[in-house]
């Protein structure tokens, strides 16, 4: 039996489009997909969409559609995005479909015939976006610790999964196997969630409540709470229950790939299903970081999210997908910004790969006819850099680290680079006696072009391919990463530059594309995101308050922004006495220019609104850190 090699992305909701952070994921898990595939082994690369529970339901409603037509709409996005972004998944599951929600139905009634689920009645607090229930000690100052809202107090009839019992052995197994979580941040974070006593989850939910999920088959009045049903789509797709076969060769999965925001749903939820059901776990389940967008969250409402599509529209895909997984090492929070993107596509691919390219494939044109030489020995110190370079670009693939993986292709050219700089090729070529060195300066070079390809092709499989005709090569045929593969004799074809470098008009048109700001807007008085921007707000917490010795207005501040503290004058003495302040949460401008009032320096600026001359300073409710970002 060939075991396959299994990668999967999380599924994704069906409330909204598709944004950046979605095809982070899944580039990643098509980079590592392709990669294998590249070494000859076989993949099942498996994508999809989670369509049930209640954001589907909601999202359906707002727009006055069925909920059935809004996921297939939404789910239909999703499948053409990945095709758009060259993503070669084998598979893609929707958790409508009946291949899934069998095999929810069967887990659930086994696990219920074996009285590993139990109802029984549940009183708490619900947050109902979420679809979450939570203890009095989970709640941040009452509210839902995971996204701030209010939650409901409630006493309801439901079923639970025996998911307690399953914290000892749990624990022992995260610590033994030091990459099942990964990266050893996200391992420790889970550990640390695991020190608190694990509750049994409620995998129910009341059809009077939301009835738009899988039916319980024990009971009709109950759906599948989403993410029992969501995680099973992992083992639904390769043929739990349906293809023996398949699934044996499938399962357990390589790695699963997911953002750090549903680590505790796979790592403790997946992990204690599938150890009840007598499945092998996963070997690894990698949480990446989050995407930030110029230094915000995400959202709507900020008006930066950003459309995967346009961003390859403007800079051409490969080079995006080569961002994505080059720019921030893979597990860390990174930021997008068009400058980042536009620099790391002229510093890496057009001045270097591109130009690498380019001077080779004119430099065999020129001498050799465009014939690629027999070579007649081994530039040595080429060989092994291209061969280790080959050697760990896999081993960093295997972590996966690919931003590292990008690094020796880059730290590759850089060494080709210099090997025709120091060979001086130009010189050999004006000596007839240098003839057969200037074979081998030319046969290196391509050779090590041929590695170059090798190792771009899984992250950008068009310039690959490319690539691969320039240097006369079979399309698709990359050969071993043994020094030596390259056919002499080939014609080589030199063509337009691989990647244009991108000028400071084409940069602003690529802002404006991205982040379109509608000049109409600014002609009405309404101003731009950039505008807003430019603002650094951030919370603060007042700890020192003193009046301004001759001024009734100004008060003397010493606010703590978490990285300084800082000296600010504020015109609330009027509002305000000093001691009612000290401790107090507050929202600063942070990146005011310094000023003096009545002699007295003032690094920034308070946020308060005026009642009718009476100042009301603007803070957080909750109690938090000095110095975060206010979006
Ligand atoms: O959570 N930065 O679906 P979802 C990086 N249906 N990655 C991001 C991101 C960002 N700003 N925003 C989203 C769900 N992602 C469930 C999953 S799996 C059985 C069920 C990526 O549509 C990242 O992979 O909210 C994150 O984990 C995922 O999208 C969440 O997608």
């Not at 498996?46 to 809004?70: C, F, I, M, N, V």
């Not at 009634?109 to 689920?117: M, P, S």
């Not at 320039?470 to 043994?482: D, F, Q």
């Amino acid at each position: 039996m060939t075991k396959r090699i299994y990668i999967t992305t999380p599924i994704y909701y069906v409330n909204d489009k598709p944004h950046l952070g979605h095809v982070y994921t899944t580039v990643a898990a098509d980079f590592l997909a392709r990669y294998h595939r590249l070494e000859g082994r076989d993949v099942f690369f498996l994508t999809g969409t989670d369509e049930h529970g209640q954001k589907a339901e909601q999202a359906a409603q707002a727009k006055g559609q069925s909920t059935k037509e809004h996921v297939d709409f939404h789910s239909a996005v999703f499948q053409d995005l990945w095709k758009k972004m060259n993503v070669s998944n084998d598979d893609f599951i929707r958790t409508t479909e009946e291949r899934h929600t069998k095999v929810v139905q069967n887990v659930l009634q086994h696990l219920f015939d074996r009285g590993e689920i139990y109802e029984d009645v549940y009183e708490g607090w619900y947050c109902v976006p979420d679809e979450r229930f939570w203890t009095e000690k989970d709640l941040m100052d009452g509210n839902c610790p995971e996204c701030g809202r209010k939650v409901e107090r409630i006493k309801e009839k439901n079923y639970f999964f025996r998911m307690g019992k399953h914290q000892p052995w749990l624990i022992e197994y995260i610590k033994k196997h030091e990459n099942y979580i990964s990266p050893p941040a996200r391992r420790n974070e889970v550990l640390g969630f695991l020190k608190k006593k694990l509750d049994d989850l409620c995998i129910s939910r009341p059809k009077s409540r939301m009835a738009w999920g899988v039916e319980l088959p024990f009971d009709s009045d109950y759906v599948s709470y989403v993410w029992f049903d969501a995680l099973l789509n992992y083992i639904s797709a390769p043929g739990y229950q349906s293809d023996d076969k398949s699934f044996s060769e499938i399962w357990p999965a390589h790695i699963h790939l997911i953002g750090k925001d549903i680590l505790t749903t796979h790592s403790v939820y997946w992990s204690t299903m599938l150890k009840d059901m007598g499945l092998p776990l996963p070997q690894k389940i990698f949480a990446h970081g989050w995407w930030t967008i110029e230094g915000r969250k995400m959202s709507k409402s900020l008006g930066n999210v950003v459309d995967p599509v346009t961003v390859a529209e403007a800079v051409g895909l490969d080079p995006f997908r080569y961002f994505l997984m080059r720019e921030v090492p893979f597990g860390m929070d990174g930021d997008f910004s068009v400058e980042a993107l536009v620099s790391r596509i002229n510093v890496d691919l057009a001045n270097n790969l591109g130009n690498l390219v380019s001077r080779t494939l004119k430099m065999i044109a020129k001498y050799r006819g465009g014939s690629i030489p027999s070579p007649h020995g081994v530039p040595e110190n080429l060989k092994t850099g291209a061969e280790q370079a080959a050697k760990n670009y896999a081993s960093h693939l295997e972590t996966p680290a690919f931003h590292k993986a990008l690094e020796e292709v880059i730290s590759l050219c850089d060494l080709v680079n210099g090997f025709i700089m120091e060979s001086e090729p130009w010189k050999l070529a004006k000596d007839e006696s240098k003839s057969e060195r200037l074979d081998d300066v030319l046969y290196g070079s391509a050779e090590a072009l041929r590695f170059i390809g090798r190792m771009i092709a899984p992250i950008m499989p068009d310039t690959g391919a490319k690539l691969q005709v320039m240097l006369g090569m079979e399309e698709g045929v990359h050969g071993s990463p043994e020094w030596g593969g390259l056919a002499p004799g080939r014609q080589v074809k030199d063509g337009d530059a691989l990647f244009p470098r991108i000028d400071d008009k084409k940069k602003e048109e690529i802002i404006k594309a991205i982040f379109p700001t509608g000049e109409d807007k600014e002609e009405s008085g309404l101003i731009a995101i950039e505008d807003v921007r430019k603002i650094d707000l951030r919370t603060a917490k007042i700890v020192k308050a003193e009046r301004i010795e001759k001024s009734k207005k100004l008060l003397k501040l010493i606010v703590d922004l978490g990285f300084e503290k800082r000296q600010i004058v504020a015109g609330i003495a009027e509002s305000y006495s000093p001691e009612e302040l000290v401790g107090k949460q507050v929202v600063v401008v942070a990146n005011l220019r310094p000023a003096k009032l009545m002699g007295v320096e003032s690094k920034g600026m308070l946020l308060a609104a005026d009642n009718a001359g009476k100042l009301s300073l603007i803070g957080a409710i909750n109690d938090v850190n000095g110095g975060l970002k206010v979006l």
